[in-house]
């Protein structure tokens, strides 16, 4: 793994803060998403656990935008999926 300056500010240069929380927040929902299901799949807490840690960044972020609507999609939509594969 490497820095990718060059990306970085062509990044910075073209998207405003809140732009640069949200999209972080989404990827960081679909990794807490993706872990859900493989401990749906797996039965693997290993995964749930990995899952809660990645839910709390894609909260901490949807928060960080200042965005409303955007931490309480983000929550709802993880908090169906949590609910569903918690264990019990």
């Known amino acids: 793994m490497s ?6 500010l062509t990044e910075v240069q073209a ?6 929380e949200i999209e972080t927040a989404y990827k960081w929902g679909s990794r807490a998403l993706a872990c ?5 799949r797996s039965g693997e807490l290993r995964w749930f656990l990995r899952a809660e840690d990645m839910r709390h960044e894609a909260i901490e972020h949807a928060a960080l935008s200042g965005e409303a609507r955007v ?18």
Request: charged share 30%.
């Open 71 to 88: 931490l309480q999609t983000i929550e709802s939509a993880i908090e169906t999926t949590r609910r569903r594969v918690a264990p019990r």
């Open 36 to 40: 859900y299901l493989l401990h749906e």
């Open 3 to 8: 820095f990718d300056i060059t990306a970085a």
């Open 15 to 20: 998207k405003t803060d809140t732009q640069i």
